[in-house]
T-cell receptor, first 116, second 112 residues
Framework: DTAVSQTPKYLVTQMGNDKSIKCEQN?????MYWYKQDSKKFLKIMFSYNNKELIINETVPNRFSPKSPDKAHLNLHINSLELGDSAVYFC???????????????FGSGTRLTVV | QKEVEQNSGPLSVPEGAIASLNCTYSDRGSQSFFWYRQYSGKSPELIMSIYSNGDKEDGRFTAQLNKASQYVSLLIRDSQPSDSATYLCAVIDAGNNRKLIWGLGTSLAVNP
């Protein structure tokens, strides 16, 4: 039973198109994240939601719009795709610890987006 | 700018040896530290977390934390070829404990 599942696994699309990536977690975690990993393998946070509330919104083009219908789901919609958006997008979830910090993240398997 | 620094490698060790991976961080207030393993083409996987100074052991893995020196390391004993991967160090941002600051990772190759 997959803990954090993302769909689709691969996405090849033309410049200018709009696409969505979906993520679901069954761990009961209260926080979910979207990360982008580029060709240099650097993990860059994009967004985070805690119980449907947006809590992290990094400097990301407003063509990217996250949506969290409930604490188990976090989707990412991308408008007007550009070549530079090609990357692997990871969804992750975590749970707040009693001390105020967070336990480690559990990542989904990733969505490899290629814009041509 | 808060940073986590790792030697990119590749770090090459023979099978059965101890692999030592190092990480330094700039955020003196950080309280939570994590090591992730990422195989090529796969997602990062949490292998160790450490919150207090000293050593924490889990099987063949030992994490070591020294907050005064702002240094965290990962030792892998009896290294196996299956340990060949990129190891990512991540540190909780003390100013926003919902956020991790990531290193670029160290590539480890264990040679049979």
């Amino acid at each position: 039973d997959t803990a954090v599942s993302q769909t689709p696994k691969y996405l090849v699309t033309q410049m200018g198109n709009d696409k969505s990536i979906k993520c679901e977690q069954n761990l009961g975690h209260d926080t979910m994240y979207w990360y982008k990993q580029d060709s240099k393998k650097f993990l860059k946070i994009m967004f985070s939601y805690n119980n449907k509330e947006l809590i992290i919104n990094e400097t990301v083009p407003n063509r990217f719009s996250p949506k969290s219908p409930d604490k188990a789901h976090l989707n990412l919609h991308i408008n007007s795709l550009e070549l530079g958006d090609s990357a692997v997008y990871f969804c992750a979830s975590s749970q707040r610890a009693g001390t105020g910090g967070y336990y480690g993240y559990t990542f989904g398997s990733g969505t490899r987006l290629t814009v041509v | 700018q808060k940073e986590v620094e790792q030697n990119s490698g590749p770090l090459s060790v023979p099978e059965g040896a101890i692999a030592s991976l190092n990480c330094t961080y700039s955020d003196r207030g950080s309280q939570s530290f994590f090591w992730y393993r990422q195989y090529s083409g796969k997602s990062p996987e949490l292998i160790m977390s450490i919150y207090s100074n000293g050593d924490k052991e889990d099987g063949r893995f030992t994490a070591q934390l020294n907050k005064a020196s702002q240094y965290v390391s990962l030792l892998i004993r009896d290294s196996q070829p299956s340990d060949s991967a990129t190891y990512l160090c991540a540190v909780i941002d003390a100013g926003n404990n919902r956020k991790l600051i990531w290193g670029l990772g160290t590539s480890l190759a264990v040679n049979p």
